[in-house]
């Protein structure tokens, strides 16, 4: 059974820091695509950033130069620093694996979202 376990949302203020960190069961880390997804208040989900299998990263507009997306393959765990948060990153925040299986199907797993809210 696949498992997303997110931790690190909560209340900042605007300029301030936050690390959301997504841990992951049931799959083999090695090989998925890990990353993160946002939904802000009347809007549909969207992917900031996501890191490959070697490290390689892409991160949306939005965020690029804010926020750092890595990946510890020991603890099966990627780590999302949130940096210069501004009133516009207030949404829920979604851990996301994305993996081929063997038959060629791709699917995705989610984790159950954790709240960030930017507020002074």
């Known amino acids: 059974q696949v498992q997303l376990v997110e931790s690190g949302g909560g209340l900042v203020q605007p300029g301030g820091s936050l690390r959301l960190s997504c841990e992951a069961s049931?799959?083999?880390?090695?090989?998925?695509?890990m990353g993160w997804y946002r939904q802000r208040p009347g809007k549909q989900r969207e992917l900031i950033a996501r890191i490959g299998s070697r490290g390689s990263a892409y991160y949306a507009d939005s965020v690029k130069g804010r926020f750092t997306l890595s990946r510890e393959s020991a603890q099966n765990t990627v780590t999302l620093q949130m940096n210069s948060l501004k009133f516009e990153d207030t949404a829920v925040y979604y851990c996301?694996?994305?993996?081929?299986?063997?038959?060629?199907?791709?699917?995705?797993?989610w984790g159950q979202g954790t709240q960030v809210t930017v507020s002074s």
């Open positions: 049931g799959i083999i880390f090695s090989r998925v695509v």
């Open positions: 996301n694996a994305y993996d081929v299986l063997a038959n060629g199907r791709d699917v995705d797993y």
